[in-house]
């Protein structure tokens, strides 16, 4: 459907985006929805510009201050100058979590300039701040908002919600949590959702009705942003109910920390909670590893040989991987990646700085390589292309082995001809 259609003749398209709406209105514990932002990022930018409006409507102009833990997702601080707001970051203590004595003392310091905090709960570091309350009743107590980022939201939906740790905003990736296919560009959504005090200021759109009465201008063309594929998250939310909804949360975690424990042992997780338990996702650290001449992003190229696409490297830590098995994984699938990252750590204690022929400094290994007529390494074709017995039912090709990493991204190079190449025709 076209997205400026008048309303009129989308009835059909009206009831679910405004049913789907309610739904995540309720599941967050807040006032009310926009499905209006595209994506994640963009959720932030309108849930920020969202809250500058209130300010001003207040007739607080000058609060243009973000506390933003350093554990936050890099998005944040974007987000923030975008919405033409100052950071400031506060510290994370060792366990992972927000300093809350740094968050105190900087909201004192900037109270009659602060306009909100920018939170991820659980954080990124895979662990839930058990002082999220305290933590929102300081950024209040000196007249700022809370603003949760909506990214780790998997680890919540029917267990508690945003209203319920006291934040005002929050935005959604409902490709993520809420079952949109995530990846290769999109088609992302970011709603946001909002407490009663903020709902004035909801989004609008020059062309059809919508937001609020004083609401901050379009965030994105369409009035309600990619409404296609809010159908699969409204049927998501609607076959499965609380119930399944709630299970689904429990899954997550349930998943991320049985990884977690069938790899004691072999790989230390960086951050847990105060019970020893990880969220829904956790934080290997590869860091010691380098003493065997073996950095993360080896262990990321190796896990291509053992058929995974490695788990995100390097973030929100330098030198380890966020592993973050959601729950839509079978045991059966964890238990190949344990298996998978186990054999992988096997390798590592094998390896030295010393010889740096190793399966792990050559990964990934192509059909082009193995099917040679010549194979000098000092390991066989087998352990190099099938370490593991489940590989052979299933192997996956990797086609090219390692480029440049990031430094094609870092040193652009033109491959076209030279300008003397023309001039000489």
């Known amino acids: 459907m076209h997205p400026f259609v008048p309303v009129e003749q989308?009835?059909?398209?009206q009831q679910v985006l405004k049913k789907l709406e309610k739904q995540l209105t309720e599941i967050t514990g807040f006032a009310a929805t926009s499905l209006q932002p595209n994506s994640g990022a963009q959720g932030?930018?309108?849930?920020?510009?969202?809250?500058?409006?209130?300010?001003?409507?207040?007739?607080?102009?000058?609060?243009?201050?973000?506390?933003?833990?350093?554990?936050?997702?890099?998005t944040n601080p974007a987000s923030a100058v975008m919405a033409g707001m100052k950071v400031v970051v506060t510290k994370a203590n060792e366990d992972g979590n927000i300093d809350v004595d740094d968050l105190r003392e900087k909201a004192e310091k900037y109270k009659d300039n602060?306009?909100?905090?920018?939170?991820?709960?659980?954080?990124?570091?895979?662990?839930?701040?058990?002082?999220?309350?305290?933590?929102?009743?300081?950024?209040?107590?000196?007249g700022g908002q809370?603003?949760?980022?909506?990214?780790?939201?998997?680890?919540?939906?029917?267990?508690?919600?945003?209203?319920?740790?006291?934040?005002?905003?929050?935005?959604?990736?409902?490709?993520?949590?809420?079952?949109?296919?995530?990846?290769g560009g999109g088609p992302g959504v970011g709603p946001i959702c909002l407490a009663k005090q903020l709902v004035p200021f909801l989004p609008k759109n020059p062309l059809i009705d919508t937001g609020g009465k004083d609401g901050i201008n379009a965030i994105s063309a369409a009035p309600w942003g990619s409404s296609l594929v809010c159908l699969i998250s409204y049927?998501?939310?609607?076959?499965?109910?609380?119930?399944?909804l709630k299970k689904s949360t429990q899954y997550a975690i349930l998943n991320a920390n049985y990884i977690k424990e069938r790899l004691k042992g072999y790989y230390e997780t960086l951050y847990t909670g105060e019970r020893g338990r990880a969220a829904h996702e956790m934080i290997l650290d590869c860091r010691p590893f380098k003493e065997h001449g073996i950095e993360v992003v080896d262990i990321a190229k190796r896990l291509m040989d053992?058929?995974?696409?490695?788990?995100?490297?390097?973030?929100?830590?330098?030198g380890t991987v966020m592993v973050e098995p959601t729950e839509s994984e079978s045991k059966e699938e964890l238990d190949r990646f344990c298996d998978a990252m186990i054999s992988i750590r096997k390798e590592i204690d094998e390896a030295s700085k010393d010889e740096p022929d190793n399966p792990l400094k050559n990964a990934p290994h192509t059909q082009a390589m193995l099917t040679s007529d010549t194979w000098d390494l000092p390991y066989t074709r087998k352990q190099a292309a099938f370490p593991l017995p489940y590989i052979q039912e299933n192997?996956?090709?990797?086609?090219?082995?390692?480029?440049?990493?990031?430094?094609?991204?870092?040193?652009?190079?033109?491959?076209?001809?030279?300008?003397?190449?023309?001039?000489?025709?």
């Open 10 to 13: 989308a009835e059909g398209y």
């Open 306 to 318: 053992y058929g995974f696409h490695a788990p995100t490297v390097s973030f929100p830590v330098a």
């Open 235 to 244: 049927a998501y939310i609607t076959m499965l109910g609380e119930n399944g």
């Open 146 to 183: 809370v603003y949760m980022d909506g990214a780790n939201m998997n680890a919540q939906v029917a267990l508690t919600n945003p209203g319920a740790i006291g934040a005002d905003v929050c935005h959604l990736n409902l490709h993520k949590t809420f079952a949109i296919p995530h990846g």
């Open 395 to 425: 192997k996956f090709w990797p086609t090219v082995r390692r480029v440049d990493d990031a430094y094609g991204d870092r040193n652009l190079i033109c491959t076209c001809d030279p300008i003397e190449a023309y001039m000489e025709a």
């Open 44 to 74: 932030e930018f309108a849930g920020l510009m969202v809250i500058r409006k209130y300010h001003e409507s207040r007739g607080d102009h000058h609060r243009n201050i973000c506390l933003i833990p350093s554990s936050a997702h890099g």
């Open 114 to 142: 602060l306009s909100a905090l920018m939170v991820t709960y659980p954080s990124t570091h895979g662990v839930y701040e058990s002082a999220i309350r305290e933590i929102t009743k300081i950024i209040h107590e000196n």
